[in-house]
């Protein structure tokens, strides 16, 4: 190749003896290859084909198969004066800089994520402060309502004493016989004029009403905090309570009395703990419960922000996570394939129990959801302390009905059992319930001026056990008072009043003859709905929570702020 470059340049340049002496030392013209058959430019193409080889060449490694991906190009220069292997060594060198670089890349590109991650990481801590504010405001929000209460109760307490006292003198000057306790009837307000007068039914004296003994109460200890939710499994002796001791627990009743199960020893239970090691970290507070419909499964929500799912053996059975807040409510739907949860993060997620994955995450809040409820398989009903109520489908990227007439946070919405009318409360004084077929709105309003907390309906009139007896609705409001009202003409039956403090929680029989109320005063009491009479009390150490009956609707159970769950007998 070198000879015949000379030649090309002795000939360009005019040295025509020094071409002819070159080429015959190369012996070119004794070349059998006819000139005039080889295309023009022919070795400049051989030149660079053999330059490409040996490029080529030197990107090839003893073991390699095929060319690598980095193929690197080489400099002419390089190729002219350079061996194969030193060429090889120059290819090794420099893929060792470009590896470096990539590292050097992979290493800025790392940096770059972990210091996103620690923006998220800085972001869901301020979430989590924004919560916690939200959750002191909550807490403080109670705090002043029950000093609230407590101051009036004190003022009605003396103004009975006054009273007493006036009746007293009174009776001593033989102005007024003595009268025996009755009950009080009286017109009260509720924005619907028309029908029969209701009553509130005063206070019963000790004698009218039947203290539950001790020997009919069993007292469920093992909880290191208060316990805020319990609830009964739907198909077998088998009590959840929640606490905010980072645990939830599955006990064992058996049937019978409570006498007799005392002397069969301690109830048996489980320990479903929400956090490893210690206990009573308040961001693992078990904040609500439900089982599914056929009592297999136990879904609780806590203040991390997480559902979990449990057997009733106490196995975890998943651990459902993308809430950035606490979890106030949690419900199963009726088929039991779905489970929803509302937070304070303001969404609702409907979970695919399971494929162990959320199905649908429900954004329409501008508050913290406070209540959710499954009207059938697959639409539900939110509520939440930005006034609003939705109602939601899956599959559907927008909410199908929209309630806008509260005027507070409404803390509680609830389907009827036919599913065809949504009532709520809230903290405007006021119950209100829709239909969903015609948007037609019965309005309720507390005449004591005072929020409602709670509300449910009775498992009567159509599609339930009950078929034939009436539908009512029971609030409960922090005047100390349950209210029971007539949807169907849109009227009060009844104002209860045998509680002290605010009513946290009321709960009907599975025969809807029986109504149960839970208190701060510390009391259980459990109505007749034929009369309005308290017909059973038990006074326990702390605040009531929660009520709930069993399937048979002989026990009643209860959850307080002494740590403990209390089970009630009850037989008429």
Request: aromatic share 6%.
């Amino acid at each position: 190749t070198e000879s015949v470059s000379n030649i090309c340049y002795f000939t360009l340049a005019g040295f025509t003896h020094s071409a002819f002496a070159l080429g015959y030392e190369a012996g070119i013209n004794k070349c059998t290859i006819d000139g005039n058959m080889v295309p023009p430019a022919s070795l400049i193409t051989f030149v660079q084909k053999g330059l490409q080889y040996l490029e080529m060449e030197a990107n090839l490694s003893n073991s390699d198969a095929d060319v690598e991906e980095d193929f690197s190009f080489l400099q002419p220069l390089d190729l002219i004066t350079k061996d194969v292997r030193e060429l090889r060594q120059m290819i090794k060198e420099r893929k060792k800089g470009l590896q470096k670089e990539r590292d050097k890349r992979e290493k800025e590109k790392e940096k770059e994520k972990e210091k996103e991650k620690e923006k998220e990481r800085e972001k869901d801590k301020e979430t989590e402060k924004e919560h916690e504010r939200e959750r002191a405001r909550i807490r403080e929000k109670d705090r002043k309502e029950r000093e609230k209460e407590v101051e009036k109760d004190r003022e009605r307490n003396e103004k009975v004493r006054d009273r007493e006292k006036q009746l007293e003198d009174n009776a001593e000057r033989g102005a007024i016989p003595d009268q025996e306790e009755k009950t009080v009837v009286k017109q009260e307000e509720n924005g619907i004029s028309g029908g029969a007068e209701p009553m509130e039914i005063a206070v019963p004296s000790t004698s009218q009403t039947c203290e539950i003994s001790s020997s009919d109460v069993m007292i469920l200890e093992g909880h290191a905090s208060e316990v805020c939710a319990c609830a009964w499994s739907p198909t077998g002796s088998l009590l959840a309570s929640g606490s905010g001791d980072s645990t939830a627990r599955i006990w064992t009743v058996a049937e019978g009395t409570a006498r007799t199960s005392m002397q069969n020893g301690p109830a048996n239970v489980l320990v479903l703990k929400h956090v490893k090691g210690r206990t009573n970290e308040k961001s693992k507070d078990v904040t609500t419960l439900d089982w599914n419909g056929e009592g297999t499964l136990l879904a609780t929500g806590s203040y991390d922000g997480q559902a979990r799912i449990w057997s009733t053996t106490g196995e975890l059975k998943s651990t459902l996570s993308k809430h950035k807040g606490p979890i106030f409510s949690l419900k199963w739907n009726k088929k039991g394939d779905f489970l929803l949860t509302g937070s304070c993060d303001k969404t609702a997620i409907v979970w695919d129990v399971k494929a162990e994955e959320w199905r649908q995450q429900f954004e329409f809040h501008t508050g913290p959801i406070l209540d959710v409820d499954w009207r059938n398989n697959v639409s539900f009903a939110t509520s939440s302390t930005d006034n609003m109520i939705y109602v939601c489908k899956v599959g559907e990227t927008r909410p199908i009905k929209t309630f806008a007439g509260h005027q507070g946070e409404v803390n509680c919405v609830k389907w009827d059992p036919a599913g065809q009318l949504l009532a709520s409360c809230s903290d405007d004084i006021s119950a209100k319930v829709v239909s969903e077929f015609h948007d037609t709105c019965i309005h309720f309003c507390c005449p004591r001026a005072s929020k409602i907390y709670t509300l449910r309906w009775s498992p009567t009139g159509p599609g339930t056990n009950n078929p034939n007896q009436q539908l009512v609705l029971a609030s409960a409001s922090f005047d100390s008072t349950v209210k029971l009202w007539d949807v169907e003409v849109g009227k009060l039956i009844s104002t209860l009043c045998g509680h002290r403090d605010p009513v946290y929680s009321v709960a009907f029989s599975p025969n809807g003859e029986y109504l149960a109320s839970g208190s701060l005063d510390r009391c259980i009491n459990v109505w007749s709905l034929k009369d309005g009479n308290i017909v059973k009390k038990y006074t326990g150490n702390g605040g009531i929570f929660e009520v709930c009956w069993n399937k048979e609707g002989d026990k009643i159970a209860a959850c307080s702020a002494n740590n403990t769950v209390c089970v009630l007998d009850f037989r008429m």
